[in-house]
C-alpha cells in the first residue's frame, strides 16, 4: 500500500501515514498485516543504529556567559549594598543579565521556531521593564507604576505580531512551519485586553490597538493560511 500524499511504500494496513500523517485509504482486497498484529514487525522492520560517542564540550557558549553573567551580578550585588543600600538597583541589572541569557540560549542559539524565540523575548524585555518599574517607583515622587501594563506589555505584543507576520509573509514557501507559530503570537495580543477586563490596565490605548492588530493577524492567518493550518492541526493531533 503507498500513501498518495508523501508516496512512501507502507507494509500494513494502517488507518494513518507514519511520515505525514494523513489519513490512508485501505483497499480491503489487500493482503497485508494489520496494524498492532504480530506480523507488524515485519511491515516495519527495525535497525540498530550504532552508538556514535559524542564528546561533551565543558565550556560552551552559554556556560561561559552564565559564569560570567552570575560573577558581574554577584559584584553588583556587594557594590549595591555597599554604596547605595536603600537603591536596589542590582535588580536591574539582574534583569538585564537573564535577558542576555535567554537572548544567547534561546534566540541565538537556538533551533527554536520563530514563535518560541519570539515569546521568549517578549518575556525576558517585559521581566526588564517589571524590574525597571520596581526601581523607580520608590525613587521618584509622584510616579505612575503602571505603565508596564498601560504602554509596556501591549507593546511588546504588538511588535512581536508585527515581526512574526513579516517573517510569515517573507516565508510564505514554508508555511507548514510558521503559521501556527504566527497564528499563537497573533492570539497573545488580547492579553491586554484580558487585563483590562480584570481592572490591571487602567488605559486601555494600546491594548486595544494591540487588540486590533492581533485581530488582524488571526483572519490573516484564517483565510490565507486555511488549509496550512488545518493540514498542519492533523499532523499535530493525528486526525
Excluded at 494502517?14 to 494489520?34: A, F, R
Excluded at 559584584?75 to 542576555?100: H, K, Q
Excluded at 505584543?157 to 509573509?169: E, Q, W
Aim: hydrophobic content about 50%; charged content about 15%; aromatic content about 10%.
Amino acid at each position: 500500500m503507498r500513501c498518495k500524499y508523501c508516496n512512501i511504500q507502507i507494509g500494513c494496513k494502517s488507518k494513518i501515514c507514519p511520515l505525514c500523517h494523513e489519513k490512508l485509504h485501505i483497499d480491503p482486497n489487500l493482503d497485508l498485516p494489520l496494524e498492532g498484529s504480530e506480523d507488524i514487525k515485519s511491515a516495519y522492520p527495525t535497525k540498530k543504529k550504532e552508538k556514535i560517542p559524542v564528546k561533551k564540550r565543558l565550556l560552551t557558549p552559554g556556560s561561559i556567559y552564565l559564569s560570567i553573567a552570575l560573577a558581574l551580578f554577584i559584584i553588583c550585588v556587594a557594590i549595591n549594598l555597599r554604596l547605595t543600600p536603600t537603591i536596589y538597583w542590582f535588580s536591574f541589572v539582574g534583569a538585564v543579565l537573564v535577558y542576555g541569557l535567554i537572548l544567547t540560549k534561546h534566540t541565538i542559539l537556538s533551533n527554536n521556531s520563530i514563535g518560541i524565540k519570539i515569546f521568549w523575548q517578549a518575556v525576558a524585555i517585559l521581566a526588564i521593564l517589571i524590574a525597571l518599574n520596581y526601581l523607580l517607583k520608590d525613587q521618584i515622587s509622584h510616579y505612575i507604576d503602571n505603565w508596564v501594563w498601560d504602554l509596556g506589555l501591549p507593546v511588546i505584543l504588538t511588535v512581536s505580531t508585527l515581526v512574526v507576520g513579516i517573517y510569515t509573509a517573507i516565508a510564505f514557501h514554508k508555511w507548514h512551519s510558521v503559521i501556527i507559530d504566527a497564528l499563537a503570537v497573533s492570539a497573545l495580543g488580547f492579553i491586554p485586553v484580558i487585563l483590562f477586563a480584570c481592572k490591571i490596565v487602567q488605559n486601555p490605548v494600546m491594548s486595544i490597538i494591540c487588540a486590533c492588530l492581533s485581530s488582524v493577524g488571526i483572519i490573516f492567518c484564517g483565510i490565507l493560511g486555511r488549509r496550512t493550518l488545518i493540514s498542519e492541526f492533523k499532523k499535530k493531533f493525528h486526525v
